[in-house]
């Protein structure tokens, strides 16, 4: 593909892009900010075109502001004439998204350093954080930052990348078919590694299997472009995937990783219910909770290993990361409520669901927790058709603990649209069934998080002394409850 118009090629704007720092940005409220920080020499602004906005219409500020220059779409802006000695600050392209993008896959190849892309259903962002602190301690790696995934953020984490970095971790994310494999034909990874195949994205992927073919668009690539591939050994799911691709035909290389194989594995649980790994050593905390976390702690040992960094120096370099953005996060109230809260409300779809559920309910409960066990469950989105019996599964596992552990003093708070509908039907079909158990009133549903948090605020529900589970889709917003609770 190719963007030249007004002989500016994709050459020149990497020229320009070099000697401006290599600074870019689809953001023109950051290009003040920027500006002033340097001088008021600004990124390279690109004019992303969406749905419900141009960024053409504000490339004319973002000059004002500092931009070095303005890559724009179809034609220069509303009031900028063409033989202007302004219209020299605008590089006008058919598509300036795709224009973005080739300008990310062409500084990824004149670097030339090693790229390691990850997917998953789940835990990509944890896995991605962990395996950066693990090279780092041997290696300048460039990241990507936050979870800036997809076809905008790939190409802006591969512009951040310098000449002084070793290597890069690329997060990447999608909830169609053909998305990876696009990201892919961009950041052109050597290594590639998927934390699982989950029941995640099921509407827009299609389904089950639908998911498997898209996240394995990744071993798709390493197995053409002789790359290596990252896989737990214990997961079957990744096992056949992987004896598919890279089989008699296939150039790339797969490596199966166990974490004992390094002496490290996941010990007992703190009370507070952060993951423990043991070596030989001795016992060491991390900061996270879960022992679900093992499997990412276990991808990012595999990876420094292959990496050569020493197993003692990544052990401490995991042990000392801590999530935020409430990703499997501890919070324990010493004042006020006393309630210990196990926040991973970032995002949620059944296999994540369910494995926060799983470690959960396994906590062992404490003589002076009042309210026992308290699950606030939000939303699970981007399921369409699976929707409905997805939520029904949770609903149904929920009354199944109850009912047979009574001494778990379960109480359930459901939030959102989907929750609701699931819970009428139900108790729709035990009603049909004749079952009047009086575990059933462990569960009340609320239409969102507000309605919630004003109940929680007025004392009509009080929850103290409690271990408490907030998890559910990051439109659901139930981290507004955290101050409540």
Same mark, same amino acid.
């Given at each position: 593909?190719?963007?030249?118009?007004?002989?500016?090629?994709?050459?020149?704007?990497?020229?320009?892009? /070099?000697?401006?720092?290599?600074?870019? #940005? #689809?953001?023109?409220?950051?290009?003040?900010?920027?500006?002033?920080?340097?001088?008021?020499?600004?990124?390279?602004?690109?004019?992303? *075109?969406? @749905?419900? +906005? &141009?960024?053409?219409?504000?490339?004319?500020?973002?000059?004002?502001?500092?931009?070095?220059?303005?890559?724009?779409?179809?034609?220069?802006?509303?009031?900028? *004439?063409?033989? =202007?000695?302004?219209?020299?600050?605008?590089?006008?392209?058919?598509?300036?998204?795709?224009?973005?993008?080739?300008?990310?896959?062409?500084?990824?190849?004149?670097?030339?350093?090693?790229?390691?892309?990850?997917?998953?259903?789940?835990?990509?962002?944890? #896995?991605? @954080?962990?395996? #950066?602190?693990?090279?780092?301690?041997?290696?300048?790696?460039?990241?990507?930052?936050?979870?800036?995934?997809?076809?905008?953020?790939?190409?802006?984490?591969?512009?951040?990348?310098?000449?002084?970095?070793?290597?890069?971790?690329?997060?990447?994310?999608?909830?169609?078919?053909?998305? %990876?494999?696009?990201?892919?034909? %961009?950041?052109?990874?050597?290594?590639?590694?998927?934390?699982?195949?989950?029941?995640?994205?099921?509407?827009?992927?299609?389904?089950?299997?639908?998911?498997?073919?898209?996240?394995?668009?990744?071993? &798709?690539?390493?197995?053409?472009?002789?790359?290596?591939?990252?896989? $737990?050994?214990?997961?079957?799911?990744?096992?056949?995937? !992987?004896?598919?691709?890279?089989?008699?035909?296939?150039?790339?290389?797969?490596?199966?990783?166990?974490?004992?194989?390094?002496?490290?594995?996941?010990?007992?649980?703190?009370?507070?219910?952060?993951? /423990?790994?043991?070596?030989?050593?001795?016992?060491?905390?991390?900061?996270?909770?879960?022992?679900?976390?093992?499997?990412?702690?276990?991808?990012?040992?595999?990876?420094?290993?292959?990496?050569? !960094?020493?197993?003692?120096?990544?052990?401490?370099?995991?042990?000392?990361?801590?999530?935020?953005?409430?990703?499997?996060?501890?919070?324990?109230? %010493?004042?006020?409520?006393?309630?210990?809260?196990?926040?991973?409300?970032?995002?949620?779809?059944?296999?994540?669901?369910?494995?926060?559920?799983?470690?959960?309910?396994?906590?062992?409960?404490?003589?002076?927790?009042?309210?026992?066990?308290?699950?606030?469950?939000?939303?699970?989105?981007?399921?369409?058709?699976?929707?409905?019996?997805?939520?029904?599964?949770?609903?149904?596992?929920?009354?199944?603990?109850?009912?047979?552990?009574?001494? $778990?003093?379960?109480? /359930?708070?459901?939030?959102?649209?989907? +929750?609701?509908?699931?819970?009428?039907?139900?108790?729709?079909?035990?009603?049909?069934?004749?079952?009047?158990?009086?575990?059933?009133? /462990?569960?009340?549903? +609320?239409? &969102?998080?507000?309605?919630?948090?004003?109940?929680?605020?007025?004392?009509?529900?009080?929850?103290?002394?409690?271990?408490?589970?907030?998890?559910? =889709?990051?439109?659901?917003?139930?981290?507004?409850?955290?101050?409540?609770?």
């Amino acid at each position: 593909m190719s963007n030249t118009v007004l002989g500016k090629s994709l050459s020149k704007l990497y020229e320009l892009y /070099c000697e401006n720092g290599g600074r870019v #940005t #689809t953001d023109s409220r950051t290009v003040r900010a920027e500006a002033e920080r340097r001088e008021g020499v600004g990124p390279v602004f690109f004019a992303l *075109k969406g @749905e419900q +906005f &141009d960024g053409n219409d504000y490339a004319v500020q973002a000059v004002a502001d500092g931009a070095v220059a303005a890559v724009v779409h179809d034609k220069l802006p509303k009031g900028v *004439k063409a033989d =202007s000695e302004e219209a020299a600050r605008y590089i006008v392209v058919k598509d300036t998204l795709a224009a973005l993008q080739e300008l990310a896959a062409h500084h990824r190849e004149v670097l030339g350093l090693p790229v390691l892309a990850l997917t998953g259903s789940n835990g990509k962002t944890t #896995t991605k @954080e962990l395996i #950066t602190r693990v090279l780092r301690t041997k290696y300048r790696v460039a990241c990507t930052r936050g979870n800036l995934n997809n076809h905008i953020g790939v190409p802006l984490t591969l512009l951040s990348i310098t000449d002084e970095d070793d290597v890069a971790v690329v997060e990447m994310g999608a909830n169609h078919q053909g998305e %990876i494999a696009a990201l892919c034909a %961009i950041a052109r990874p050597d290594m590639g590694l998927i934390t699982n195949v989950g029941r995640a994205h099921l509407e827009g992927f299609g389904g089950p299997e639908g998911v498997r073919l898209g996240k394995g668009e990744l071993y &798709d690539y390493l197995a053409q472009h002789g790359g290596t591939a990252f896989y $737990a050994a214990d997961d079957g799911v990744l096992s056949s995937m !992987v004896a598919e691709r890279f089989g008699a035909t296939a150039t790339g290389v797969a490596v199966a990783y166990r974490a004992e194989s390094l002496g490290v594995s996941a010990a007992a649980e703190t009370p507070n219910d952060r993951l /423990c790994l043991r070596t030989d050593r001795g016992t060491v905390e991390t900061g996270m909770t879960g022992r679900y976390n093992w499997a990412n702690v276990a991808a990012a040992l595999a990876v420094g290993d292959y990496f050569g !960094v020493d197993t003692e120096a990544a052990v401490k370099a995991i042990a000392a990361y801590h999530p935020d953005n409430n990703r499997s996060q501890v919070a324990v109230s %010493i004042r006020g409520t006393g309630n210990v809260l196990y926040m991973d409300a970032y995002n949620a779809n059944p296999s994540s669901m369910s494995a926060a559920l799983d470690n959960f309910l396994e906590l062992p409960m404490t003589p002076d927790e009042e309210s026992g066990k308290v699950v606030i469950l939000g939303d699970m989105r981007e399921l369409g058709d699976y929707a409905g019996q997805e939520h029904e599964v949770v609903i149904t596992r929920l009354l199944h603990t109850q009912q047979t552990n009574t001494d $778990a003093l379960l109480t /359930c708070y459901l939030v959102g649209s989907e +929750f609701g509908k699931a819970w009428e039907a139900v108790q729709a079909k035990m009603e049909e069934e004749g079952d009047t158990a009086a575990s059933h009133s /462990c569960i009340k549903t +609320f239409p &969102d998080a507000q309605s919630l948090l004003e109940a929680l605020q007025n004392g009509a529900i009080s929850i103290r002394q409690a271990q408490v589970l907030i998890k559910g =889709s990051r439109g659901m917003a139930l981290e507004t409850l955290y101050s409540a609770l």
